[in-house]
């Protein structure tokens, strides 16, 4: 009976028995440096038992990057309450480290959630390192502050590595869980911010990935509408370019028919490739949106390129009263006025255009008296020459207010 007892417990003792790590694995873990690990694990992958190991592989590529992470950390701790308690003096540390880490640390706990995920050599999946996806995303925000000094010192590369991995882990699945509402006033700048360097880095995939996480912010969105636009543009070099960006404009308008960006952006690149398809474009616009601004100030454009200032004069009056508070288009507005009060024999219809014309006129010195934005001053001069003469004092006071 007893011989019985002992040979269930050595029996019962061997399927308790857990299968030993894998050479590959224990050689990984064995290093203690995260350069030599890092390289141990892209050699050694393959080898490594099952998803299990691989997950435990990356897991200590994580701990070997969070043990800098917490060591930096530490002293900004330590300086932090000395600056408050006004005691000792404050330590340096490496703060392009700390980014570098952090990224390191980023990287690994998305590739060990990969690993842990997936079932093991038994076919289950008991995942064994969840709880790293909190502890570095606790940290995370530190790669906001150092993209800050970095971008002070002049180091692109850095900023846009700590600004595009601040971003890029806030849309991975592994953080879906995580908290991003103490994040929501600024995420949507540093995602602006991050395409702009990535558009300098002329990596225009990346740059349009972070202008269209910008874009999701309220705050962000026409800027980030607007340089991604311009970023776009620049980028074109040939006619089949031009061509292939007008397709990407037309699908962002049927997304947002009533965004005034894109519809100034398709007209800008009609207006180089294809006038008629311009013109026909703004009036199937005008027909859904007949109050659109842009639209409106375009077509006047148009036909102020084409010498026609009555149709001109027609659009751009539209287009005031659409948004009255633009200089450019009231000076455009009353140069065609002028115009067409110049090359009249009706006297009495040439004061009539010259008096709306001065109207214009003043409304655009009104919005904007140092003419930064439209320059007013002699076509203003002109109407009020053509409706009271050169000495009347009105006119002087024109002539003057050019200068």
Sequence with gaps: MKKMLMMAIVLMASTMTFAAKSDALKAITKSKDYAEAVQLVKQHLNELADNAEKAEAYNHLFELAMNKVSNETGTIT?????????????????????????????????????????????????????KNIARVWAVRSHLVNIGQEEARKGNNAAVLKFWGMFTDSAAEPTFAAMDKAPEKEYAGQVAFFAGRYAYDAKDMARANKYFEIAKKDPTQKQEAENFQLFAMRSNLKNHADSLAFVDQLKQMYAAEPENEVIVDAINGMYEGLDKKAQSE?????????????TALAN??????????????????????????????????????????????????????????????????????PNRAQANWGYNRYQAYYGLYGADDPKTKQAEADMK
Aim: aromatic content about 8%.
């Design 299 to 368: 077509k006047g454009l148009m036909a102020v390129n084409a010498n026609n200032a009555e149709e001109g004069a027609k659009w751009l009056r539209k287009a005031s009263a659409a948004k009255p508070d633009n200089a450019i288009v009231f000076t455009y507005l009353g140069a065609c006025l002028s115009v067409q009060a110049a090359n009249t024999d009706d006297t009495a219809k040439r004061k009539e255009l010259y008096k709306e014309a001065i109207e214009a006129f003043d409304k655009a010195k009104e919005l904007d």
């Design 78 to 130: 330590e300086n932090q309450m000395a600056a408050q308690m006004g005691t000792g003096k404050v330590k340096p540390y490496d703060t392009l480290g700390l980014g570098n880490a952090i990224c390191d640390a980023i990287e690994n706990v998305i590739e060990c959630n990969k690993y842990d995920q997936m079932p093991n050599a038994k076919g289950k999946v008991k995942p064994q390192f969840e």
């Design 281 to 293: 474009f703004l009036d199937q616009h005008l027909a859904k949106f007949p109050n659109s601004f």
